[in-house]
């Protein structure tokens, strides 16, 4: 069992940035491929970013409104995942939940595809 839990995020006005942070307890981490998903009012859960787990060499991958201004990390030591979130934009609105799945599939953009979630951190950004 995997728990998983968000801070960092906040207010900001356009143009600003924010990191996320992402800690899981219970298990070895490194394992587990790591991801960011977003909801904004009246809307799915959307894939954000996600980052494969060690032994599959830490690749990341993004949607593409974010690219370039976004940047998923891990650190294993520290059984975190971060979310650099940087010209953040008034439509990068939403709660930000940080996903996790053990061996999960590289790249895998569906929340259907990750076990563990975390209960979420608001992101607003003003214009």
């Known amino acids: 069992q995997v728990k998983l839990v968000e801070s960092g995020g906040g207010s900001v006005q356009t143009g600003g940035s924010l990191r996320l942070s992402c800690v899981a307890s219970?298990?070895?981490?490194?394992?587990?491929?790591g991801a960011w998903f977003r909801q904004a009012p009246g809307k799915e859960r959307e894939f954000v970013a996600a980052?494969?787990?060690?032994?599959?060499?830490?690749?990341?991958y993004y949607t593409d409104p974010v690219k370039g201004r976004f940047t998923i990390s891990r650190d294993n030591a520290k059984n975190t995942v971060y979310l650099q979130m940087n010209s953040l934009k008034p439509e990068d609105t939403a709660v930000y939940y940080c996903?996790?799945?053990?061996?999960?599939?590289?790249?895998?953009?569906?929340?259907?595809?990750?076990?563990?979630w975390g209960q979420g951190t608001q992101v607003i950004v003003s214009s």
């Open positions: 996903a996790a799945d053990r061996f999960g599939q590289d790249g895998a953009t569906s929340s259907d595809q990750y076990e563990y």
């Open positions: 219970g298990r070895t981490f490194s394992v587990y491929t």
């Open positions: 980052i494969s787990w060690s032994g599959g060499g830490r690749r990341s």
